[in-house]
C-alpha cells in the first residue's frame, strides 16, 4: 500500500488536500522494507536465520542482488535475495500462464422447430460444428409451438439425429429433456 497525498483546487479557490491509499501488488525492496529483522533467504534458497534488516541489505549489496520482502505478513516477514527484475518476469509469466488455465466456457445455442427442413438442419449443423470445433459448449433446443407440443417424439428425433451426426467430435453432456415448450440437450467438444 502507497499513501499519497495529491493538492488540488476547489472552484478556483481553495486547496483541498487528498490523502489516498494506492494499493498496490509490488513487493517491497531494498530501502521500502520496514521490518527492523527479517527471516532471510539467500540467492540459492538456503536459510540465514532472522536477521537484523542493516544486515539483510549488506549482504544482498555484497551480492549484487536486492532484498526482496515475499513474505510480508509473517512475523517477523520473509525476505529473499534475488535479482528483482527476473523475480518480476517470472510473476508475471506465472499470471499469464494462469489466466490460460481459467479459460471461460461459453455455451452456444442454436434452435431447431420440430419441422426442420433438411437444407435449414445442414446449415444449423455447420454452425453447430463450427462452435464445437472453438471449443466451445453447444446447448441445442427444441421449440415446440401450439399442437406440435403433442408430439414430442419429433423433436426427441431430432436430437437423436444431432447426436448421431456429431458423435466423432462432440459428447452429449445432457440428455434431451423437456422444459415447458422447448426440449434441450447440451454437446461438449472432444478433447484431442
Not at 549482504?59 to 515475499?70: G, H, Q, S, T
Not at 423437456?178 to 467438444?189: F, Y
Request: one cysteine or more; proline letters at 4%.
Amino acid at each position: 500500500m502507497l499513501l499519497c497525498v495529491r493538492r488540488r483546487r476547489v472552484r478556483g479557490r481553495s486547496l483541498l488536500t487528498e490523502v489516498m491509499l494506492i494499493a498496490t501488488d509490488e513487493a517491497r525492496i531494498n530501502d521500502r522494507i520496514r521490518a527492523r529483522e527479517v527471516r532471510l533467504i539467500g540467492a540459492e534458497g538456503e536459510q540465514l536465520g532472522t536477521v537484523a534488516l542493516p544486515d539483510a541489505l549488506r549482504i544482498a549489496r555484497e551480492a549484487e542482488l536486492d532484498l526482496v520482502e515475499v513474505a510480508p505478513n509473517n512475523v517477523p516477514p520473509v525476505c529473499k535475495i534475488m535479482d528483482f527484475g527476473r523475480w518480476q518476469y517470472e510473476q508475471e509469466q506465472r499470471r499469464k500462464e494462469s489466466r490460460k488455465k481459467a479459460t471461460n466456457v461459453v455455451i452456444k445455442e442454436m434452435k431447431f422447430r420440430p419441422k426442420i427442413d433438411i437444407h435449414d438442419y445442414t446449415t444449423k449443423m455447420r454452425h453447430v460444428q463450427k462452435f464445437l470445433g472453438d471449443g466451445n459448449k453447444v446447448k441445442l433446443t427444441i421449440m415446440f409451438r401450439g399442437r406440435e407440443m403433442a408430439h414430442p417424439e419429433l423433436g426427441r428425433k431430432i436430437l437423436d439425429q444431432i447426436a448421431t451426426d456429431v458423435v466423432d467430435y462432440a459428447i452429449v453432456e445432457s440428455a434431451p429433456r423437456q422444459d415447458g415448450r422447448n426440449m434441450t440437450m447440451v454437446l461438449h467438444p472432444v478433447k484431442k
